[in-house]
């Protein structure tokens, strides 16, 4: 700790000290605490929450409360429970002169647990006895995260268990807990149900404001403008953090310095030199937080230097690496968003300091240079599968070469009685040209469904068509072996796939139905494997997606009943084939996720189509539960699996009621859903990805339950922790579906705050709402530039600027507002949606009503108008998008009327 009289950096301030900067923290854990509220401050190292503390702690004593401080530290860590919490006792014991009453309730409770004998003594002994409120103060709450051998999560239950049973025992109002310590809530305890921190106050401890530093110069030099010139210095550097501001104040009185310069030259001694950097406790702490850091460096130094270059990373309290990051104090929170804390952290920890802690830096500039590759692919694609080509005719002729030589071998045996080993080399040799063949042809099929996410109609196109030629030209070759079949029906298959993603339904489904062809040749030789059989099934499942068309639903809007028909019996075809396989293989989990997909793909396919089909989907969904029981009854050991396959019935059969408005029906389903994908007690798989990406789903569904009858509060609760779970998912994958969901659960929860926020006029939900619609926003343009031809993702880009352009329009916070930038993102949405959608167009006439734009206000409005069906066939979003039309209108018609 340094003290120079006046100012003193590291370790707690006298509650009387000169240089004790009162901020609103002060006054709001007073305030909190007088009022008997759980309280806690959780915040980085040096921040002052020791000083806080003592100030606090003399004033309530000051107004008539008693007061106990336990520093945790001090109790030790290598203890047992008993140990722990006897502790405890006796500190609290000794600071109210009842120690021996304590441990004598101790002793004579024995038989009961640790925390009930603590909080039955601090009951029974204190409050029983004393009438002065009691305040237990527990500072460096953090070191529980270091026990080896209890957990201390029923403290914190037993401190809930205080607050919560005050209306049965009034007594304990007069008992309050105050929690400080370098953690997030979560840190401290995992089970939301027990925790005390969703029922207490947090107490924001800021960094000081040059309003609230201002009782600092006194002690820089006695002349008050000089004083207030260094002062200003010392922040310019120090940003207000209270330990670097205390230490770099001390530095400067010491020195009696009159300069600002001479600041510069003292922050340089004591904090930028090489030889300060590694001497000061507090750089020591940041560095040592972060390098050593449970969380994922990479993730973290990565993160930082996004926010270290001036990128906007906004805030998000579930996120653990931002939550790391804040806790160390390198960076701090202003106006949502995360910046360097000061000047001194910028230049300690610039980017040349993130590239030399990155780990695996070798390996990270590979896989940088790997991904720029695979950019590129769609770029070189028709070259290499000419190579491919060519390997291919090449393979055929040395195929057909070998197997003439073969023929030659043979005859000449016969006449010359050539030996029988001439005979097996030749043998082996047009074996060897097969392989080569069937080898080639199986790398096509690969690079051909790597290309797929990645091409372009033009670039498709190109690649079809020597994809085509290589089809040809092996289809042409040895198609009397087998494997050579099945190479032809993998490449058709996936070229009938990319035919279909480009819109070429009549190409795609040739190209099915010709693999489909070949595969019912060989198993009419007698090829019946199960390898075989999953191609069929592919086909077949290929062919009806063909019939149906692609890629955009809206694409159903044409086809007709004989369409739907046809498509429902070749999907019916899947299923039969789908289920003999799992009736001849139990074991075989592939074929059982392939059945009840073809179950649900029924349903799916008739809600799809709507109308009639709806009671025709409702009953295809309660066909695939009742085959779960059925299977579950035959194969025991099917049980975990079929669990997943129920809870995703559950989900489309609470999706369908919901639409329909058969509430009671839709919350049956999903709570059925959420039982069965919640994990049990001995259930080992329960942290896996996919399993944790289902429970999201069902948490996620049941938001949408909620939302659907305008109870955000129950809504936001459910769409958090779904939240929660897909950013630690997109963290430890970057798998595509799951940053879609990562997006999906975004705007939901930025949904929520918003309309929580505008009810309550809270400034900060809306602002957490813009926030979280930004990142949603960037999320699904990073994945549309992944892929810009695939119309969902693009579908997702429309609607996240469509919701991001909503809030920065409509929002009353001025910080927030923003019509230009909502103006351009609603014409980027109207663009993107080829102005064929109604709902961008709307919000674009009161975009350009806003900007005084009158006349294109105008039109654009009439132009949505004209899309929307007629009144009687109008969802409930195409009505209130008509009552937003109207109203536009109307506003547009006044306007003309007072103008003439």
């Known amino acids: 700790m340094i003290n120079h009289g006046f100012f003193v950096a590291g370790g707690a301030l006298q509650a009387d000290a000169d240089s004790y900067v009162a901020r609103v923290a002060d006054t709001e854990l007073l305030e909190a605490l007088r009022h008997g509220e759980f309280c806690y401050v959780l915040t980085s190292r040096q921040m002052g929450k020791s000083s806080l503390m003592v100030r606090t702690a003399v004033q309530l004593r000051q107004e008539g409360s008693a007061v106990v401080i336990i520093d945790l530290t001090a109790i030790g860590q290598n203890l047992d429970v008993d140990q722990w919490y006897f502790s405890m006792l006796c500190h609290v014991g000794e600071k109210l002169n009842l120690e021996a009453e304590m441990e004598a309730f101790w002793d004579t409770n024995q038989r009961r647990a640790p925390l009930h004998r603590f909080m039955g003594a601090i009951k029974e002994v204190y409050l029983e006895n004393k009438r002065k409120p009691l305040v237990i103060f527990?500072?460096?709450?953090?070191?529980?995260?270091?026990?080896?051998?209890?957990?201390?999560?029923?403290?914190?239950?037993?401190?809930?268990?205080?607050?919560?049973?005050?209306?049965?025992?009034?007594?304990?109002?007069?008992?309050?807990?105050?929690?400080?310590?370098?953690?997030?809530?979560?840190?401290?305890?995992?089970?939301?149900?027990?925790?005390?921190?969703?029922?207490?106050?947090?107490?924001?401890?800021?960094?000081?404001?040059?309003?609230?530093?201002?009782?600092?110069?006194?002690?820089?030099?006695?002349?008050?403008?000089?004083?207030?010139?260094?002062?200003?210095?010392?922040?310019?550097?120090?940003?207000?953090?209270?330990?670097?501001?205390?230490?770099?104040?001390?530095?400067?009185?010491?020195?009696?310095?009159?300069?600002?310069r001479d600041v510069d030259a003292a922050c340089e001694r004591i904090f930028l030199s090489p030889e300060a950097r590694e001497r000061d406790d507090n750089l020591h702490f940041v560095r040592d937080r972060l390098l050593r850091s449970e969380q994922d460096r990479a993730a973290l130094l990565d993160t930082y230097a996004k926010v270290r270059r001036g990128e906007r990373v906004a805030d998000d309290h579930l996120n653990p690496v931002l939550n790391e990051?804040?806790?160390?104090?390198?960076?701090?929170?202003?106006?949502?968003?995360?910046?360097?804390?000061?000047?001194?952290?910028?230049?300690?920890?610039?980017?040349?300091?993130?590239?030399?802690?990155?780990?695996?830096?070798?390996?990270?500039?590979?896989?940088?240079?790997?991904?720029?590759?695979?950019?590129?692919?769609?770029?070189?694609?028709?070259?290499?599968?000419?190579?491919?080509?060519?390997?291919?005719?090449?393979?055929?002729?040395?195929?057909?070469?070998?197997?003439?030589?073969?023929?030659?071998?043979?005859?000449?045996?016969?006449?010359?009685?050539?030996?029988?080993?001439?005979?097996?080399?030749?043998?082996?040799?047009?074996?060897?040209?097969?392989?080569?063949?069937?080898?080639?042809?199986?790398?096509?099929?690969?690079?051909?469904?790597?290309?797929?996410?990645?091409?372009?109609?033009?670039?498709?196109?190109?690649?079809?068509?020597?994809?085509?030629?290589?089809?040809?030209?092996?289809?042409?070759?040895?198609a009397d072996d087998h494997r050579v079949v099945l190479g032809l029906v993998g490449l058709r298959r996936v070229c009938g796939s990319l035919y279909l993603r480009l819109g070429n339904d009549e190409a795609a489904l040739k190209q099915a139905e010709e693999p489909r062809r070949l595969l019912t040749e060989q198993m009419k030789l007698g090829n019946a494997s199960s390898a075989l059989a999953k191609q069929m099934h592919d086909c077949i499942w290929l062919v009806g997606d063909c019939i149906l068309g692609g890629p955009s639903p809206d694409t159903v809007e044409n086809k007709t009943e004989a369409d739907y028909s046809r498509s429902m019996a070749t999907y019916r075809e899947a299923i039969k084939l789908a289920e003999k396989e799992m009736t001849q293989n139990p074991q075989e989990a592939s074929w059982r996720a392939l059945y009840f997909a073809d179950l649900t793909k029924l349903g799916d396919t008739a809600q799809l189509f709507g109308g009639s089909k709806i009671k025709e989907a409702e009953d295809d969904y309660n066909y695939a539960l009742k085959m779960v029981s059925d299977v579950r009854q035959k194969n025991a050991a099917a049980s975990a699996d079929l669990d997943r396959i129920e809870a995703s019935i559950h989900d489309s059969l609470g999706t369908l009621f919901l639409a329909r408005d058969r509430r009671a029906e839709a919350r049956t389903h999903f709570d059925h859903s959420l039982k069965l994908r919640q994990a049990g007690p001995s259930d080992e798989l329960a942290e896996q990805p996919e399993r944790q990406s289902d429970l999201a789903t069902s948490y996620n569904k049941l938001g949408n339950f909620f939302s659907n009858q305008g109870q955000w509060k129950e809504a936001l609760d459910y769409y958090e922790r779904s939240l929660a779970i897909r950013r630690k998912l997109c963290e430890q994958d970057k798998r595509r579906d799951w940053h879609r969901n990562l997006g999906y659960s975004l705007y939901n929860v930025s949904r929520a705050q918003w309309q929580l926020g505008v009810k309550a006029k809270n400034s900060a939900m809306i602002r957490r709402a813009v926030d979280l619609s930004a990142e949603r926003l960037k999320i699904a343009e990073s994945l549309r530039g992944e892929d810009p031809s695939d119309y969902y993702l693009k579908e997702d880009y429309a609607n996240a600027l469509y919701g991001h352009a909503d809030l920065l329009l409509n929002t009353t916070d001025p910080a927030v507002k923003d019509w230009p930038r909502a103006l351009e993102l609603v014409q980027e949405a109207v663009k993107d949606t080829d102005r064929r959608d109604p709902q961008p167009l709307a919000l674009l006439a009161q975009a350009l009503r806003f900007m005084k734009r009158p006349a294109e206000a105008r039109q654009a409005a009439e132009e949505a108008q004209s899309l929307l069906p007629p009144p009687e066939k109008r969802t409930s979003d195409e009505k209130q998008i008509a009552i937003d039309l109207n109203w536009e209108l109307r506003k547009d018609r006044s306007a003309e009327a007072a103008a003439s």
């Open 325 to 478: 990051l804040r806790l160390s104090g390198i960076v701090r929170v202003v106006g949502g968003h995360l910046e360097t804390r000061n000047r001194i952290y910028s230049k300690v920890f610039d980017l040349d300091w993130v590239k030399k802690n990155l780990p695996d830096a070798e390996s990270r500039r590979q896989k940088a240079a790997f991904y720029r590759g695979v950019r590129r692919v769609a770029g070189v694609a028709i070259v290499v599968l000419a190579v491919m080509g060519a390997l291919v005719l090449y393979a055929w002729r040395s195929a057909r070469a070998e197997k003439a030589a073969s023929q030659r071998a043979r005859i000449a045996a016969e006449s010359k009685h050539k030996a029988d080993e001439d005979l097996l080399r030749e043998a082996g040799r047009t074996k060897a040209a097969l392989d080569r063949l069937v080898e080639t042809q199986t790398k096509i099929e690969a690079l051909l469904e790597a290309l797929t996410p990645l091409v372009t109609e033009k670039s498709g196109k190109l690649i079809l068509d020597r994809a085509e030629d290589v089809v040809r030209s092996v289809t042409s070759s040895s």
């Open 138 to 260: 527990v500072d460096e709450i953090d070191a529980v995260r270091s026990f080896q051998k209890f957990s201390a999560d029923e403290f914190f239950a037993g401190i809930r268990e205080c607050y919560n049973r005050r209306p049965e025992e009034p007594k304990l109002d007069r008992l309050t807990f105050c929690l400080l310590g370098v953690a997030t809530p979560s840190d401290l305890i995992r089970d939301e149900r027990i925790t005390p921190f969703n029922i207490g106050h947090a107490v924001e401890l800021g960094d000081f404001t040059p309003s609230d530093a201002v009782v600092l110069a006194d002690g820089l030099s006695p002349h008050h403008e000089t004083a207030r010139a260094l002062l200003a210095r010392v922040l310019w550097w120090t940003s207000g953090q209270p330990y670097l501001t205390q230490k770099l104040c001390a530095e400067v009185a010491q020195a009696k310095v009159h300069l600002t």
